[in-house]
Each structure stands twice: as C-alpha cells, then as structure tokens.
C-alpha cells in the first residue's frame, strides 16, 4: 500500500505564506535587502492593486515592512522582508520540504 505524506504536515504549512501571490512576493524579497514597488510588481507580474492587496496582508503579519518616502516629488515605496519575514519563510521552506519528501514518487516501481 502506497504511504500519503503526514496529513499533519501538510496543515500545518502557513497558510498566509502558502498562497502563490505571498510566496512569490516573499521570495523576491528574499532575495534583496530591499525593493522598491514597481520593481516586486514588475518581477511577480501582479497588478499594482493585488500586490498592494496581498502586501497589506504581509505587513498586518509583520512579514513585510513597507517604506513610504518621496524620491524628489514622485512618491517611491519600498518593501524589505522583516527578521520575523525571513524567519517564516525559513521555517515555510523547511515545512514544505517534510511534505514532499513524503509524497510518493510516481514513476517508483516500489510498492
């Protein structure tokens, strides 16, 4: 009988972090010390309201610090990953690699 991955794990995945959008904006922001706005919108591919949506999210969360300044007149908004922010995603990673190390490889001729 084939083995499913520990159903536990996989609830336990943060859910705030699991959704497409959030990880992918995280990621990038991995990635740098900081970001400016059009710079994660232009990479994600997501629209300058859903980034801002899903961005709110992280900030509530304490995932995300955002930055509102003015470069000269334009406004400019930047976005860094907090301690807590790259600690979640740490964790995310290290949770999601448990889930699928235990999902059955389906081209194995175990059973």
Known sequence: MTQLP?????????????????LLILSILAGAESAEFAFVEHLSGLS???????????EAAGLVAIDKSFRGKRPLTTLQLTPAGRQGLAEYRKQLAA?????????????
């Not at 609830?11 to 699991?18: F, K, P, S």
């Open 6 to 22: 520990d159903s536990r794990s996989l609830l336990q995945l943060d859910r705030l972090i699991h959704e497409p959008a959030r």
């Open 48 to 58: 300058k309201g859903n980034l801002s949506s899903h961005l709110s999210k992280l």
């Open 99 to 111: 889930v699928v190390a235990g999902i059955p490889d389906p081209h194995s001729t175990d059973s």
